[in-house]
């Protein structure tokens, strides 16, 4: 036994020696590439992730680079001073490796919701190790004269992976081809049922004048912009206070320090700075308040919207842009936003109020609306709830007097739940709420905003509307002309795919359009004709965007940018009879007197929905999943008097695991019934397109392990009731909706009536 015992250490050991020979007969002495390549490529990171927050960005990146070097430099000589009092060898080579490998898996596993955090962290990994013995062959090659088969080989076999992962790097990603597809798909099904049908047919037309008055409402507007900087330094064309939010927000550690340092004021002297573009004919003007989100403190992201601004004022509004860089960088901070932008809107009233004033009485207080982009789409929100509060709900020692007339909020890619009042979700009722996302948003990846959608109600008692838009192709930053298609900091950035973006000119155009249309509607109330605010009585014809493409935006798309819309809303007469969110059983509605029965499903249940990433939507749902067979639910009501009234209800198709050209549609169709039995039914895709789920893929690497995430939303669906033929409308008792096909699975929720908004 011992004999066997030392025979087997004895191999281990030739095995070892020739290991080494091999080694140093190859690569002996090339430790240092790994050692100064390592230092570097932590330097150039350092350097261009942190360098940002310094400008200019160049003096920003050497300083960064230069400390990062010399930190990395002093952590290398003291760890090899202690693993050499500890094990009497320094090991400099393998730390270098350490570093490199670390470098990559920090690199590439920066945001690990997108591709996987240990598919990531293997590959990373593997190619770590791969480019460090790609360092250490060339270098055995060119320094050391080396000729060997091994260095061939090894340089051979590294040489197109560090390429390949070099030219990925670099490179914008992947097109994705789902798009062109599911649009090619929905436009053959649509010429299909309208040359079979001549009512659906006139249902999806646009005529000559319509299109002529769409196009015009997109242009910009006949009004002659002018612009004034506010703020509390004598550069701007108008002085401001300072503010104190500490109560709301906190600089902390070192971040903190260099932020004020940098910024000049603490958070207890925050200064009021924006700008506000406005049109010079005329005055009394519906406006629009916007903040931006969370991005570098360095970066003026309030100057990123004046596409915005100058469009909406070209078309009679005055767009204030509040600067909140006091905010950003911060955690938890979004009541600070909140309060910062309340009190913007108290100083720019002052303007409004000042004789002699360039501002004065341009702006109608009466008739407001806030926007915010990211985080600042958050901030609206609970800004909104601190105008009808009394108290800070935090903290009863601080009172609120703000009241302004707040009917419209506009959220752009906004965040949700990071700020609280009292732990509890921010509630909002009577007033209209709009928000837009974009599918590839590589920052806020689900659709947050529909969490608040949902937290928006509506006492029937002031007509409102509240409103969703989700867009393939448009990501987060590019809705700011100062942040670009990147959405996470470089260089972890390269890692993003930006190859399948809308281009910024076409994303910020949907955006334009959609908020200009909200807004015509909902501060202007669709009128072409107001008086000019200058006592005259004169009446100025304006350009008001289409109600209809904030609910049948279908109607617009060979005139919009080519991508896929989805929509939701509701208006305040909408009577819901089922939103699933009353109790857990399954048989009764909302309303009373309503029932609810499935039929021929497999399987049927209300569920708390969530997005692809786990987290709460914020609403229940009911779901179906068939197989085999046709399905269907069926909603039961007392006897109705539907004339007039439209069918409403949301769709969502939840089937999964089909590649981007493979989606197997849903089909669907509603019927009527009324006291008398008679039924009449409709096929759903004449009145809306259900989308299959969205195959996306955020990072370049889900591409090549195919990871794709499934974007699930809803699309409302509206049907006039009088198109449902041979039935009595002023008896309607029963809803049907039927789902086609062998096998399927999909969400119905809000399932109600409404009139014409």
């Not at 350490?98 to 920090?106: P, Q, R």
Request: proline share 3%; aromatic share 14%; with cysteine.
């Amino acid at each position: 036994m011992l004999y066997r015992y030392q025979s087997i250490k004895g191999k281990f050991q030739r095995m070892k020696q020739r290991f080494q020979r091999f080694r140093e007969n190859n690569w002996k002495g090339t430790g240092t590439p790994i050692y100064w390549g390592s230092l570097f490529l932590f330097s150039l990171c350092m350097g261009v992730a942190e360098g940002a927050f310094i400008r200019p960005f160049w003096l920003g990146f050497f300083l960064v680079f230069l400390v990062a070097f010399i930190v990395a430099m002093l952590g290398f000589w003291l760890l090899e001073k202690i693993l050499k009092l500890l094990f009497r060898n320094g090991a400099k080579e393998l730390l270098s490796e350490m570093l490199l490998c670390g470098l990559c898996i920090f690199v590439m596993t920066w945001d690990t919701y997108m591709a996987g955090f240990w598919e990531t962290a293997a590959f990373a990994l593997c190619f770590g190790t791969v480019f460090g013995l790609f360092l250490r062959s060339l270098w055995a090659f060119l320094f050391h004269k080396v000729r060997t088969k091994a260095v061939y080989v090894s340089l051979t076999l590294t040489v197109v992976p560090v390429l390949a992962v070099a030219a990925l790097l670099l490179s914008d990603g992947f097109e994705d081809s789902y798009i062109e597809a599911y649009l090619e798909f929905a436009s053959e099904k649509r010429a299909l049922q309208n040359g079979m049908d001549g009512q659906a047919a006139a249902l999806n037309g646009i005529t000559a004048q319509e299109k002529a008055d769409f196009m015009d409402s997109m242009e910009f507007g006949d009004y002659t912009i002018a612009s004034v900087a506010y703020g509390v330094d004598g550069t701007k064309d108008l002085l401001s206070e300072t503010v104190d939010i500490s109560m709301f927000a906190q600089n902390k550690g070192v971040n903190g320090f260099l932020k004020e340092w940098y910024q000049g004021f603490s958070l207890k002297k925050v200064p009021m700075e924006g700008i506000i573009w406005y049109p010079q004919e005329i005055s009394g003007c519906p406006t629009l308040f916007l903040i931006h989100g969370n991005h570098g403190w360095t970066t003026e992201s309030y100057l990123g919207y004046e596409y915005l601004g100058t469009y909406l004022a070209s078309h009679g509004y005055v767009v204030v842009s509040v600067d909140e860089n006091a905010c950003n960088g911060l955690l938890g901070e979004n009541d600070g936003r909140a309060v910062l932008l309340l009190e913007n809107m108290r100083q720019v009233q002052a303007y409004n109020q000042q004789q002699g004033n360039p501002l004065y009485q341009k702006m109608d207080y009466g008739n407001l609306a806030l926007a915010g982009h990211s985080r600042g789409g958050e901030a609206i929100a609970e800004a909104c709830l601190f105008n009808g509060l009394e108290y800070y709900p935090d903290n009863g020692s601080h009172t609120f007097q703000y009241h302004f007339s707040i009917q419209s909020l506009i959220a752009i890619a906004p965040t949700c739940g990071q700020y609280q009042p009292s732990g509890r979700s921010v509630e909002l009722e009577d007033v209209n709420y709009m928000v837009l996302h974009g599918a590839n948003d590589q920052d806020v990846f689900t659709f947050m905003g529909m969490e608040q959608y949902e937290d928006v109600s509506f006492s029937k008692e002031k007509k409102c509307l509240k409103t969703s838009l989700y867009v393939a192709g448009l990501n987060h930053g590019q809705f700011n002309s100062r942040w670009g298609k990147y959405d996470m900091v470089k260089p972890m950035g390269h890692m993003l795919n930006v190859a399948n973006f809308l281009s910024q000119e076409e994303q910020q155009q949907i955006a334009k359009i959609f908020i200009k249309a909200f807004l015509d509607q909902t501060l202007k109330g669709g009128s072409k004709e107001r008086e000019n605010g200058l006592g005259s009585g004169k009446l100025l014809e304006e350009a008001i965007a289409p109600a209809d493409l904030l609910t049948d935006c279908r109607k617009y798309e060979g005139i919009l940018p080519r991508t896929l819309y989805v929509q939701s809303y509701e208006t305040s007469d909408m009577h819901i009879l089922c939103n699933f969110e009353e109790d857990a059983r399954l048989e009764t509605g909302t309303a009373p007197g309503v029932s609810v029965k499935a039929g021929h499903a497999k399987s049927w249940w209300e569920e708390s929905l969530a997005f692809s990433s786990g987290e709460p939507r914020g609403n229940h749902a009911v779901v179906l999943k068939w197989e085999e067979t046709e399905a269907e639910i069926c909603i039961s009501f007392p006897k109705s008097d539907l004339q007039g009234k439209r069918l409403q209800f949301d769709l969502m198709d939840m089937q999964e695991g089909f590649g981007e050209t493979e989606a197997v549609w849903l089909e669907a169709e509603a019927a009527v019934t009324d006291i008398h039995g008679f039924t009449a039914s409709l096929p759903v895709h004449a009145y809306a397109c259900i989308y299959p789920a969205f195959p996306v893929c955020l990072n370049k690497l889900q591409y090549l392990w195919g990871a794709v995430e499934y974007k699930h939303q809803f699309q409302t669906v509206s049907i006039p009731v009088s198109d449902f033929a041979g039935i009595d409308e002023s008896g309607v008792c029963k809803v049907t909706l039927r789902f086609l096909g062998k096998c399927g699975k999909a969400a119905v929720d809000n399932i109600g009536i409404r009139g014409e908004w």
